[in-house]
């Protein structure tokens, strides 16, 4: 069989099932049914550690300052799966927790039946065990970068015919699938992520894969200026303490030293350093939403306005805004808030860090240059159409001032054809641009041309979804 051909539809399911779609990303996993308008189950992909073997997932990480815990994350740099073992026990975390119920018991151990002292079951009973995936009656449509290698693709089918046991398969760029949502075919995709920003160019439902362009300077490295910022704050650091680490705290005026009575946690019962990380982030995350705001334009921040004035001044004669940090120290914060956010746009404003293991970013990593570079490689004829609709998505494109600022950019850059960007005012679409755009297309009835079957799956092998899924 040519593995170009549709499966029929009969080969499955059919529409009486919705699909399940998962979204992994690098901070959390997206995951819910096909149709629905956002995702049921929203967890985190980092993971917990116990040094005695044994693991802690979802929000059940926060939690528990526990000796020998440590917390990990199955993806690594550039968003792609670096631990397939975890990513695996973590994205079926995602839909087993929340939405398919969990995995009936193993027959050996739910106590309905005697096991032998030798612990194996008649063989019968490893059979009904086989049939127990927990997706043999769910197709599922899976998301990907749009630089996913193939090897990482094949993993993908592998892990989800082999080991869920899904009857449909189907792998999507993220990209596209944004698009999509936005209600767009074809467009420039711009996906302000925690381990990555990437820009997609889409055209006629298909990424244009020379021009897919992505760096590291995303909502993560955002939380690592901060603390930069924090570090280099005068007339004293600002230290983060979590939560957990503060029994009591008294109100303090804006500046002053924290008055706080501190955890003691000897070092023997106190979790690994990665576990306090995973909390002081929880913060910054809140001072990314509260107080960060992207200088909007026009021009950098260290560049004058039109009128001659140096947007610095501006920056700095807006009111401030305050933060107060766990322990109850606060402060009003002013041009900074800009500072921490201006190297996306100009590398030159990065704060530097030696600690914070982001290499300094150059000129050509800043996002209005991915969208010059991908702008590059694609067709000169489609440009026009694809700076008209530039769709704007990922959790930490929210930042204020955001799109203003990108607007700028891009218009500066392309003084004409007219740039536009479309960017859903609803945080949920903007945060679940992709999960979204995937609940869309496997709930079109002309989706069932697309889905590989397990026949297919077991006839071709896992290469079938590259040449099914381009
Ligand atoms: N309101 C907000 N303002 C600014 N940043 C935000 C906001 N909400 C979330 N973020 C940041 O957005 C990032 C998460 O974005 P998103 O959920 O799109 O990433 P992801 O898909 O998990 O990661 P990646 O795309 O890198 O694989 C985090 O760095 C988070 O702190
Ligand atoms: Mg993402």
Request: hydrophobic share 35%.
């Amino acid at each position: 069989m040519n593995s170009s051909v549709p499966p029929s539809t009969a080969e499955y399911g059919g529409d009486e099932v919705s699909a399940l779609i998962l979204d992994p990303g690098y901070s959390s996993i997206r995951a819910g049914f096909a149709g629905e308008d956002t995702p049921k189950s929203i967890i985190p992909t980092f993971y917990g550690k116990y040094d005695t073997d044994k693991y802690i997932y979802g929000d059940n990480i926060y939690v528990s300052p526990r000796p020998g815990l440590s917390i990990h994350n199955p993806m690594g740099k550039e968003g792609l799966v670096e631990d397939w073992d975890m990513a695996e026990k973590v994205w079926e975390y995602a839909f087993s927790s929340r939405l398919t119920g969990h995995k009936p018991g193993n027959p050996k151990f739910n106590g309905l039946n005697d096991v032998p002292n030798n612990g194996e079951l008649p063989v019968e009973m490893d059979i009904v065990e086989a049939e127990e995936k927990p997706l043999a009656d769910t197709p599922l449509l899976m998301t990907e970068p749009g630089w996913n290698p193939t090897k990482a693709r094949e993993k993908t089918i592998e892990i989800a015919m082999e080991k869920w046991g899904t009857p449909a398969f189907y792998l999507a760029r993220n990209g596209v699938l944004a698009a999509f949502a936005a209600g767009k075919a074809s467009a420039l995709v711009v996906d302000v992520g925690a381990s990555t920003v990437s820009v997609t160019p889409v055209h006629d439902g298909l990424v244009l894969k020379r021009g897919v362009q992505h760096s590291p300077y995303a909502g993560d490295y955002i939380s690592s200026q901060i603390r930069a910022l924090f570090k280099s704050n005068t007339p004293n650091p600002i230290t983060v303490t979590p939560h957990y680490l503060i029994s009591s705290k008294t109100a303090v005026d804006a500046g002053q030293p924290a008055q706080a009575t501190y955890r003691n946690i000897p070092a023997e019962q106190a979790p690994d350093a990665s576990f306090r990380r995973l909390l002081e982030d929880r913060t910054l995350a809140e001072f990314k939403e509260c107080v960060v705001q992207v200088w909007p334009g026009p021009a950098s921040l260290a560049s004058p306005n039109p009128n001659g004035v140096p947007n610095e001044e501006i920056a700095k004669s807006n009111p401030g805004r305050p933060f107060e940090f766990p322990d109850g120290y606060n402060q009003v914060f002013g041009v900074e808030r800009y500072q921490v956010v201006e190297s996306l746009f100009d590398a030159k404003a990065s704060i530097p860090d030696p600690d914070s293991g982001f290499p300094t970013p150059t000129q050509t990593q800043t996002i209005q240059e991915l969208v010059r570079s991908a702008l590059n490689q694609v067709d000169i004829d489609i440009r026009p159409h694809l700076l008209g609709n530039v769709v704007v998505t990922g959790a930490a494109s929210l930042l204020y001032g955001f799109n203003d600022r990108l607007n700028y950019e891009l218009t500066h850059m392309y003084p004409s054809p007219r740039v536009r960007i479309t960017a859903p005012g609803n945080t949920a679409e903007r945060k679940f641009g992709s999960w979204i755009g995937g609940s869309i297309v496997a709930s079109l009835g002309t989706f069932h041309q697309m889905w590989i079957s397990k026949k297919e799956y077991e006839e071709h092998g896992p290469n079938i979804v590259e040449k099914r899924c381009k």
